[in-house]
């Protein structure tokens, strides 16, 4: 079988302490050894996978929400917004007085005109931490996306940014005063076909695991869902089977249930 998997809430603990149990490790390795394909499927860019995640041991990646992915090392897909787009929903988001972070397969930006709202501070800083490159703007002549998050409050305009974005892209609302936009036509549903393609592997031989409501595409392309036990309900209505919590050895649980191992 193949196993897709969200990272943050559910390899990855979405908290500020940013674990990946022992017991998940353990669990992914022992399913691979048993002859399963593991992939992850995330929102994040590949180039935010960070070195921890991947040697888990992982036989590929779909990332920024369908639009990049890699089987054994082989990239297949690595989808690129229009440069003139691009350039739109930068002024757009800087028009309606939102914090964004636009996300490529090779570099983060941000928009040093616009205000640090939200989670957008820690976030920009946890990155610094990790030594990753925080200081490109959408200034730069080699400005582009792939896909982006978003933070508002009060002050914003959100409104005015989900119309001025509903013909390219799909809005995905996170809560807590943030959100995602991933460009339509891709998804983490789009990435699971066409890795099962690349394989020959039939979807229903496919699981999916995830916690929050932009993992709903790819639970919704498979039979065999399964949503985390810190889950919203309505991801957990969604989902063929809930696991336990992410600390209580959810995945290891989940994969056990499966008969992966």
Not at 166 to 188: H, M, P, Q, T
Request: charged share 30%; proline share 2%.
């Amino acid at each position: 079988m193949i196993v897709f998997f969200d990272i943050d809430g559910t390899i990855i603990s979405d908290d500020d302490n940013h674990i990946v149990p022992e017991s998940t490790v353990a669990a992914i390795r022992a399913a691979r050894k048993n002859g399963h394909l593991m992939y992850i499927n995330t929102g994040r860019t590949i180039m935010n996978i960070e070195k921890e995640l991947r040697d888990i041991g992982f036989d590929g990646y779909v990332c920024g929400c369908g639009t990049y992915i890699e089987c054994g090392g082989r990239v297949l897909l690595n989808r690129t917004v229009p440069k003139k787009l691009c350039n739109e929903i930068a002024e757009l988001i800087f028009e309606c007085d939102m914090t964004p972070l636009y996300e490529r397969s090779d570099a983060f930006f941000t928009d040093k005109r616009t205000r640090q709202i939200g989670g957008f501070p820690a976030l920009k800083e946890r990155f610094r931490t990790q030594g990753k490159d925080v200081s490109r703007d959408v200034s730069d002549a080699d400005f582009g996306f792939d896909k982006l998050v978003a933070w508002y409050d009060e002050s914003s305009n959100l409104e005015q940014f989900k119309s001025g974005v509903a013909d390219e892209f799909d809005y995905i609302d996170r809560g807590y005063g943030f959100c995602e936009l991933a460009v339509k036509g891709f998804s983490k549903g789009t990435g699971i076909k066409e890795v099962c393609d690349y394989h020959n592997i039939p979807i229903d031989e496919a699981l999916a695991i995830g916690d929050s409501l932009n993992d709903l595409p790819m639970l919704e392309a498979v039979r065999n869902s399964i949503a985390m036990g810190e889950s919203t309900e309505y991801l957990k209505q969604k989902s063929a089977f809930v696991t336990k919590d992410l600390y209580d050895d959810g995945i290891k649980y989940a994969l056990e249930h499966f008969g992966l191992i």
